[in-house]
């Protein structure tokens, strides 16, 4: 079955240091990888997806096949960053079931 | 444009009866979602449809169950409602497909005494 593991519950860090949120997954497939979040009082909003390969509000993440694993980064962390963040997975294909990780809080701390 | 828009909001309900919540997606978005918020199990996919026909389901019992409009309107709904059953129920929406993810309803808050 697959599964996706934060094993983050809580991450705090000062503004301007780096940031990284852990995810790990279980699939035998090839799945494809998102980085949702939800900032205080506001819905959860897509931020990323693997297979664009693109940076947002400065996060990037790499699909680590080998690791299965799929962190999310950032060089600099801003105050405004602080929300849940919720790794998720679709099977191969792109079937439109995810399956999220219980989700990391991370508060940046000014 | 208009989002995802979910009714009601908050709801109570006693155990033992049904309920019904109402999902309106995106114009254009043509496959809505559902998910199950709780503390405990976090989200957890409930089902998804397309074009009125379920493509999709979770692992929820049968007391569980949704259904689709031709406008693209859902609604789900929980019959012989358990206190377990209290949570955040969250409606996405997309276009088909998870090429450019979903976009999440505000959700309706459901408790069960």
């Known amino acids: 079955a697959q599964r996706v593991t934060q094993p983050e519950k809580l991450l705090s860090v000062f503004k301007g240091a780096p940031v990284e949120l852990k995810c790990n997954y279980s699939y035998s497939g090839s799945p494809e990888l998102f980085w949702y979040v939800q900032y205080s009082r506001q819905r959860l909003q897509l931020l990323l997806r693997?297979?664009s390969r693109e940076s947002i509000k400065g996060f990037t993440a790499d699909l680590n096949k080998g690791e299965t694993s799929f962190h999310l980064k950032k060089p600099f962390a801003q105050e405004e960053d602080s929300a849940m963040y919720y790794c998720a997975l679709s099977e191969q294909g792109g079937s439109e079931k995810l399956v999220f990780g219980k989700g990391t809080k991370l508060t940046v701390n000014p | 444009k208009a989002g995802v828009t979910q009714t009601p909001r908050y709801l109570i309900k006693t155990r033992g009866q049904q309920v019904t919540l109402s999902c309106s997606p995106i114009?254009?978005?043509?496959?809505v979602s559902w998910y199950q918020q709780t503390p405990g199990q976090g989200l957890q996919f409930l089902f998804e449809?397309?074009?009125?026909?379920?493509?999709n389901k979770g692992n929820f019992p049968g007391r569980f169950s949704g259904r689709q409009f031709s406008n693209s309107r859902s609604e789900m709904n929980v019959s012989t409602l358990e206190l377990g059953d209290s949570a955040l129920y969250l409606c996405a929406s997309s276009r088909g497909g998870q090429t450019y993810g979903y976009t999440f309803g505000s959700g309706t808050r459901l408790t069960v005494v």
């Open positions: 693997h297979i």
């Open positions: 449809y397309f074009s009125e026909t379920q493509r």
């Open positions: 114009s254009g978005h043509r496959s």
